[in-house]
């Protein structure tokens, strides 16, 4: 049969990319030099370097608070805020999605609810959490917890009814009821959905913790930020965007990277990974 | 005309679609057939005859509008674990491999992992899929695909197989030889099959009796045993008499089916 012709191509010419020169990378590092190197030579000769600071000072100044500085007690407090909340919010989203996207009464019942509730902007709630829980982490737990589980929410309800009815009904006259027909079927079909909202949902954690933090605080990399910029000190507080964008990038790949182990089996898509949102 | 040896029994089953805007459609039409235990009956007609509708009406996917579908005298939909249901579409699980897809009806049932295991193997083995276990459907050819959807309804050895133009998408080549994979899966333990299909040659060189469907409403039109001899070589079936005789008795019934399905504005 001709049935391995396709799959032998495949895989030949899947080969044929590993091996010829990918220049995506040189291109990357040489944009990323020339910008940082623009950044490193303007700064001082076109613009004051007290505005926008410089490359190689926010290098040191991390350097710096990273090794006699209180990096970690900052860390800590904002990562403590951001697992809490984000596990609390995707927990409950699922918990709370999943089911209600097989229930086509209630979600009717409950949609203008629902959309009312994530009409409203949850960074402006903020200081009403710190009216309500003190400036310690918990109000920024709250945050968190409000902005991921909508998105969280969301998009495990949508996934849950975008399951395909035709899965669903052979699921069932293969003889699969309730529990083996959400497990085996419904599940790993909405997976797409439920890994995305989880992925969505990292940088609005990061953006609750920080938001909260600059509302009131005593610790965390929102506060020290906005302490840093208090007495205009721009390079600390690019330092501690610098440190936000890593764990952002951070955070986000270790979910690409669960990603890929739990969706293996889709076929590999054209466009590249956007990877979330910025701050 | 019912006799005790009848495994499947269609009993004057009709249905109508009720559309939305108050019209409606009858699909089938007071449709009567009763088939043997062992037989592989198929089923022809223009499309849009009813013919899925039929499928969907045995396993209950859709309910009759009236009359009824009968397996050793019970309702044929409260029986699903003696069905295996082959779809027009191609309905392998994209997040399962083609291993795992065909243990699926198994993983039900619960049976045991390795016992799953020696059933998957061994019948993909038999169609020629062995080496491709671990195949994502994507990964696949639509001839790889079909038969991985075939083998997954067989897998819990169900007493009736119903399938719904199983071939239709597939190439000539690829065609002949899953047919021959079928009529050989079939001999080795001979259950009850109901194959549609809108290939005439498919149903007179598949089946013990084929039936004809009219255009919409769908009605049998008339029913014909074939009387060729099994095994069947179905690269050498052209040459045979029996085979062109009702070849040609057929094709003027169903020509005039498909140019009233035409004429209604198809
Ligand atoms: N769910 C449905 N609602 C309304 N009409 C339907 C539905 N399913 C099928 N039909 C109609 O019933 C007729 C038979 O359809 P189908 O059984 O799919 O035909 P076939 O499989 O023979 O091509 C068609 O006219 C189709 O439009
Ligand atoms: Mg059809």
Redesign the pocket.
């Given at each position: 049969m001709l049935d391995a012709g396709k799959s032998e191509q495949q895989i030949k010419s899947a080969a044929k990319g590993k091996r010829a020169f990918d220049t995506t990378l040189i291109w990357q590092l040489a944009i990323l030099v020339v910008l940082l190197g623009s950044w490193e030579i303007l700064s001082g000769r076109l613009f004051d370097s007290f505005w926008v600071s410089k490359p190689s000072l926010i290098i040191g100044y991390i350097y710096n608070w990273f090794v006699n500085g209180d990096f970690f007690r900052h860390l800590n407090a904002t990562m403590t805020e951001i697992i809490v909340g984000y596990s609390i919010g995707a927990a409950l989203g699922l918990a709370l999605g999943l089911p209600i996207g097989r229930m086509e009464k209630t979600a009717k019942i409950l949609d203008p609810f629902l959309l009312a509730l994530n009409g409203i902007p949850r960074v402006a709630l903020a200081p009403l959490f710190v009216i309500w829980f003190g400036i310690g982490i918990t109000p920024k737990i709250v945050l968190v917890f409000t902005l991921v589980f909508f998105v969280v929410f969301y998009n495990s309800y949508a996934g849950v009814r975008s399951v395909e009815r035709r899965y669903v009904d052979l699921a069932w006259v293969m003889g699969a009821r309730s529990f083996s027909l959400f497990t085996k079927v419904i599940l790993p079909a909405a997976m797409p959905y439920i890994i995305l909202g989880l992925k969505l949902s990292i940088p609005y954690a990061v953006i609750g913790a920080i938001i909260g933090e600059f509302i009131a605080s005593s610790e965390g990399l929102g506060h020290k930020i906005q302490l840093e910029t208090s007495v205009y000190n721009t390079t600390g507080t690019m330092g501690g965007i610098v440190v936000l964008m890593i764990l952002v990038v951070f955070l986000n790949s270790l979910l690409a990277w669960i990603e890929r182990r739990a969706l293996a089996w889709r076929p590999p898509s054209r466009s590249g990974d956007a990877g979330g949102q910025g701050l | 005309m019912q006799s005790s040896s009848d495994f499947l029994i269609f009993d004057k089953v009709t249905?109508v679609?009720?559309?939305p805007d108050g019209g409606s459609?009858t699909?089938?039409d007071n449709f009567s057939l009763n088939v043997a235990d062992g037989e592989f009956v198929t089923v022809v007609?223009?499309?849009?005859?009813?013919?899925?509708?039929?499928l969907?009406l045995v396993v209950g996917l859709?309910k009759p509008s009236s009359g009824q579908i009968l397996i050793n005298g019970k309702p044929a939909w409260q029986q699903l674990l003696n069905i295996g249901y082959v779809t027009?579409e191609d309905n392998l699980y994209p997040w399962r491999t083609l291993r795992e897809n065909v243990e699926f009806p198994l993983e039900i049932r619960g049976m045991a992992k390795s016992e799953r295991r020696k059933r998957s193997e061994e019948l993909l083995q038999r169609v020629g899929l062995a080496g491709f276990e671990n195949r994502y459907a994507h990964q696949l050819s639509g001839g790889m695909r079909q038969r991985g959807n075939i083998v997954r309804a067989l897998s819990f050895d169900p007493g009736l197989i119903i399938m719904?133009?199983p071939f239709g998408p597939l190439d000539a080549q690829t065609r002949i030889v899953l047919q021959q994979q079928l009529l050989d899966l079939w001999l080795q333990d001979k259950k009850t099959v109901i194959f549609?299909t809108?290939d005439l040659q498919e149903a007179i060189a598949l089946g013990d009796r084929v039936v004809v469907?009219t255009a919409?409403p769908?009605r049998i039109r008339s029913v014909y045993d074939i009387k060729l001899s099994r095994p069947r070589d179905l690269h050498h079936l052209h040459d045979d008499p029996e085979f062109r005789t009702a070849l040609s008795d057929l094709w003027d019934e169903l020509a005039d089916e498909v140019s009233a399905a035409n004429a209604m504005g198809r």
């Open positions: - | 249905k679609f009720e559309s459609v699909a089938l007609g223009p499309s849009g005859c009813g013919k899925s509708t039929l969907n859709d027009q719904d133009e549609i809108h469907m919409r769908g």
